[in-house]
């Protein structure tokens, strides 16, 4: 999806409050008539912020951290999202456009296919681990679907051709998740959601837009079992390793990044340690610039104990990709990869990537639909071991 980037200039007059700083409004209206869209919802992304545009198309949102993203979505016409990094004292103008053409499912069974692309999308979304066994999704009429089937050229040993079957989804109404594991319900807007399945891998890509509620919790073992679960799937995030890699923490925060020695997987002779530091450069207290890896597929080992907690590898001596332990040192290891889609890739301070181009797989990417968390949640402070 093609996104606007707007960048918001202060204009403070008098003795504006702080509070002020952090409020924008708005009005919503259709781009091709001009008129207001009223009962639209406006929120932002990660976070319980977000309210309902009046019969006016009006709308206003306070309390806000910098940089955000501000997303505007309403049934019959296309969601609109847009990269917030500063709040303004003006009246922001947002046309959405009406909804054209949709993802339409192809019909083989009626009802039954319907079940399956279901439970195809369930099982690539929450998953079967613990956190996906015990999400709950409703509002799925709200879900589109669409499949594509292709044969595409390889060069290994075996074949120089493969089939690869696409698996497409959409929402046109926000799906209603249930996480009572962690204590949220959300409401998910799916711009783009791709499992590809070929004869030897299965990657899953996805854009989205995600808005909190959080459970009221009464209870100390109720919060505190809520706790030790939001942390255990904050630590093995993406969100945790760009915030971590915005810091340059990446080593105390148990992260690993690592690089096939040869050209291709076919011929690659072993793992090296990959330092990533060198190719970035801030041009702001707010984002970092990671510049120069197009195309590079970087491995990401997450190593962390027994209470769910990240191993400091400050320390530590890196031997073909790996730490070195001590004998009978017990610890865990998550994999995952992230790969840069263009020469210039942004992530901002609060972990967020720019225009969506780069995009993780393995551990970090899987059944993410079970294990969503708020932009905004950080664990307690504790001390790394």
């Known amino acids: 999806m093609k996104e606007s980037l707007i960048c918001l200039f202060a204009i403070l007059f008098g003795f504006g409050s702080l509070n002020a700083q952090n409020t924008i409004s708005g009005t919503v209206v259709s781009e091709k008539s001009r008129n207001f869209i009223g009962y639209t919802s406006v929120y932002i992304d990660g976070t319980s912020i977000g309210t309902m545009t009046d019969s006016n198309g009006h709308f206003i949102l306070k309390n806000l951290n910098f940089p955000c993203r501000l997303v505007v979505s309403c049934v019959g016409y296309e969601l609109k999202s847009f990269q917030l990094l500063i709040a303004t004292g003006e009246n922001l103008n947002i046309g959405l456009r009406e909804q054209v053409k949709q993802l339409t499912e192809v019909s083989v069974a009626g009802k039954n296919r319907r079940k399956q692309n279901l439970e195809l999308f369930k099982k690539a979304f929450t998953g079967d681990d613990k956190w996906g066994k015990h999400a709950i999704l409703a509002q799925e009429d709200g879900l589109l679907f669409e499949h594509q089937s292709d044969t595409v050229r390889v060069n290994t040993q075996f074949k120089d051709a493969d089939y690869i079957q696409t698996f497409k989804v959409k929402t046109k109404t926000a799906l209603a998740v249930s996480l009572p594991l962690l204590g949220y319900d959300v409401r998910v807007d799916i711009v783009s959601f791709v499992v590809k399945t070929s004869s030897f891998k299965q990657t899953t890509e996805y854009d989205m837009y995600t808005r909190f509620t959080p459970y009221p919790l009464t209870l100390e073992r109720q919060r505190k079992k809520i706790d030790n679960n939001r942390r255990e799937v904050y630590y093995n995030s993406s969100i945790f390793f760009c915030k971590s890699l915005f810091k340059n923490e990446l080593k105390q925060n148990g992260f690993v990044t690592s690089l096939?020695?040869?050209?291709?997987?076919?011929?690659?002779?072993?793992?090296?340690?990959?330092?990533?530091?060198?190719?970035?450069?801030?041009?702001?207290?707010?984002?970092?610039?990671?510049?120069?890896?197009?195309?590079?597929?970087?491995?990401?080992?997450?190593?962390?104990?027994?209470?769910?907690?990240?191993?400091?590898?400050?320390?530590?001596?890196?031997?073909?990709?790996?730490?070195?332990?001590?004998?009978?040192?017990?610890?865990?290891?998550?994999?995952?990869?992230?790969?840069?889609?263009?020469?210039?890739?942004?992530?901002?301070?609060?972990?967020?990537?720019?225009?969506?181009?780069?995009?993780?797989?393995?551990?970090?990417?899987?059944?993410?639909?079970?294990?969503?968390?708020?932009?905004?949640?950080?664990?307690?402070?504790?001390?790394?071991?």
């Open 260 to 385: 096939q020695k040869g050209n291709t997987a076919q011929n690659a002779t072993g793992i090296l340690e990959f330092d990533i530091t060198p190719f970035i450069i801030q041009p702001s207290e707010t984002e970092i610039t990671i510049i120069g890896l197009k195309g590079k597929k970087i491995g990401i080992s997450y190593y962390y104990n027994s209470k769910q907690w990240p191993i400091n590898l400050e320390s530590k001596l890196i031997t073909n990709g790996k730490p070195v332990f001590p004998k009978r040192y017990h610890c865990n290891e998550h994999n995952s990869s992230i790969t840069f889609l263009s020469d210039t890739c942004i992530i901002y301070r609060n972990g967020t990537i720019a225009d969506n181009n780069i995009v993780f797989s393995g551990d970090m990417a899987t059944n993410v639909g079970g294990r969503l968390l708020p932009l905004d949640y950080e664990p307690e402070e504790h001390n790394l071991p």
